[in-house]
């Protein structure tokens, strides 16, 4: 099974970022120093506004379609599913619903 991402995780479990193969695509030879730092720091200095963008989540409960509409409407490639204390369950990506809606 190949993985482009993984959720990154607070003291408690909770998801609070994504890091994805996206996250290091087209890195240029000066920011290799970066791959030093914690995985948070790393994301924020790689991000144009210097923040974190917070994952797109849903419940276990979710319906498809609205999970359709999360990844088309915030234009992403997965949605984590979530507990009631966002700790990450699960992962529903493009990759998985195409191969399920593709006969």
């Known amino acids: 099974m190949a993985v482009n991402a993984v959720a990154v995780v607070d003291d408690k479990g909770s998801i609070v970022a994504n890091l994805s193969s996206t996250d290091v695509r087209g890195m240029k030879s000066e920011e290799l120093c970066l791959v030093r730092k914690p995985v948070l720091e790393y994301l924020k200095a790689r991000n144009p506004t210097g923040k974190l963008v ?44 195409c191969r399920v809606l593709v006969v």
């Open 54 to 97: 917070h994952p797109v989540t849903c419940t276990p409960r979710a319906l498809l379609k609205d999970v359709i509409l999360q990844l088309s409407t915030a234009k992403i490639h997965r949605v984590w599913v979530v507990d009631s204390a966002m700790k990450p369950v699960g992962v529903v990506t493009l990759s998985d619903i």
